[in-house]
């Protein structure tokens, strides 16, 4: 430990003994905060090797650039406009990488190959709001750690900045040492960032179980009649997030909302008749995401059968999830098992291979695959062509997809199949789709369920898929 900031200011003698045990006190493992998650004794057992993965990402990363260290800068609170009020903070995902501290502004790292990792932690004197404190002390021991008071006193810490690579917000660092985010350092991390550590894997399983106990809290609040808004806060107390701390806005739909992709309300009105529930929600454990979604029916027949069939494609794809897989390849045999699923019910008449070629798929299927999954939900180099840059884009006529490289080993990302029922895209078919192609009375039936979506977060490996949202689902 260095009390670097704390000697500059002139703390000597009994002053510097109080500092240390304000630094024993701040890095003791705690469980004071609600939204703090034991790590599981795995998880810190695996920790070292992680840290000694991303030094070695980051030697060849700063090496491509001619850079000698790596600063982070966790970011900082931001403010509403005309107003004292800030947004809730979220962490640089570059900080929380090397770190489980994921609501720590004002915070720096100092990454130099062949040296202890440095973290310049800030601890205020803020009467106004509680400070943060660390969660989990199993990585301490693996840091050099510098207390500071203020955010400007971290400058004394920092290396020179022509000696230096700065990942993060044009707004979120010192003046002085403002990120330059380098092109060529940015695509050797975020492309090698698609391959989990074990100790990521570890992290993610433990928020899929996280999660898996909020979706089965709000399906019980749904069977017995809540509203968008009752299920939504069963869901919260179960994985014991509050609104702020989830990895993304939880979407909890009620019958025709269904449709909507992105559903954003929670209403508080019961509706008369509670057809069927779309819940997309995620949970978190030290910043690394679980991502699920599941539909389910009351009572009728026909939807509820037709879930069943999207949740049978949706296995089948899951199966594919091996390493040479082409995502794209995966994402066009989506759509032709969806078609195949339309054409089964009797809703699409024809073959999969003409409703594909057609477009008449993408009018149910509007939306991607899935999408890298990690430290962001939508994990970054989706798209990435190599560790030096360059893109692989999108098959023609799939705009929305967010993944399209091969899959290895180590990838994780999600799988999440859907049809839906959405007017605005069923319109154009009207007119171009003679009556014998589609049969718009069962449409007509199934609009007021909205639309179905299920989708699993997976574990590409050298073999079989693992499958982390249905392991969590099946311990439960």
Wanted: net charge negative; proline share 6%; charged share 20%.
């Amino acid at each position: 430990m260095t009390f670097c900031a704390l000697h500059q200011r002139g703390l000597g003698g009994r002053r510097q003994q109080q500092a240390a045990g304000m630094l024993n006190t701040l890095l003791r493992p705690t469980m004071d905060h609600a939204v703090q998650q034991p790590i599981s004794g795995a998880a810190s057992a695996l920790y070292p090797n992680h840290l000694s993965t991303l030094m070695q990402r980051t030697e060849e990363a700063l090496r491509r650039v001619g850079k000698r260290h790596l600063l982070i800068p966790s970011g900082v609170t931001k403010y509403q406009f005309l107003d004292d009020r800030p947004y809730p903070f979220q962490v640089n995902p570059h900080f929380k990488a090397w770190l489980p501290l994921t609501e720590h502004a004002d915070c720096w790292l100092v990454i130099t190959p062949g040296q202890k990792p440095h973290l310049i932690y800030l601890l205020a004197d803020d009467f106004w709001h509680l400070p943060p404190q660390a969660p989990e002390g199993y990585w301490v021991a693996h840091w050099q750690v510098s207390l500071i008071r203020t955010p400007d006193e971290a400058r004394a810490l920092l290396p020179p900045t022509a000696d230096c690579s700065i990942v993060g917000d044009a707004d979120a660092a010192l003046a002085d040492y403002l990120p330059d985010n380098a092109p060529a350092l940015l695509d050797y991390l975020h492309y090698h960032r698609a391959y989990k550590t074990a100790y990521e894997l570890s992290l993610l399983r433990a928020a899929s179980t996280r999660a898996v106990r909020g979706h089965r809290a709000a399906e019980a609040s749904f069977r017995s009649g809540g509203s968008e808004l009752d299920i939504h806060r069963a869901y919260l107390a179960a994985t014991g997030h509050n609104d702020l701390d989830l990895p993304y806005t939880n979407i909890v739909c009620l019958n025709e909302h269904c449709a909507t992709l992105h559903y954003q309300y929670q209403s508080p009105v019961k509706p008369e008749t509670s057809r069927s529930m779309l819940i997309d929600a995620g949970a978190s454990v030290a910043g690394y995401a679980a991502d699920i979604t599941r539909t389910f029916s009351n009572e009728d027949a026909l939807f509820s059968a037709l879930i069943r069939g999207v949740d049978e494609a949706q296995r089948a794809l899951v199966d594919r999830v091996r390493e040479g897989v082409d995502y794209r390849d995966l994402h066009v045999e989506c759509h032709h098992r969806l078609a195949d699923v339309l054409i089964d019910f009797g809703i699409l008449k024809g073959t999969a291979e003409a409703a594909v070629t057609e477009g008449i798929s993408a009018a149910f299927f509007p939306h991607g695959l899935g999408h890298l999954l990690g430290l962001q939900v939508h994990d970054v180099a989706g798209f990435a062509a190599s560790d030096q840059g360059g893109r692989i884009e999108r098959p023609e006529g799939h705009p929305f997809l967010r993944l399209t490289r091969t899959l290895s080993a180590g990838m994780v990302m999600t799988i999440e199949p859907g049809i839906y029922f959405i007017e605005s895209l069923l319109a154009p078919l009207r007119s171009r789709l003679p009556e014998e192609r589609i049969n718009w009375s069962l449409i007509e039936h199934l609009k007021p369920f909205g639309g179905i979506r299920i989708e699993d977060d997976v574990v590409c490996t050298g073999s079989m898929p693992e499958n982390l949202t249905r392991d969590a689902f099946a311990a439960a």
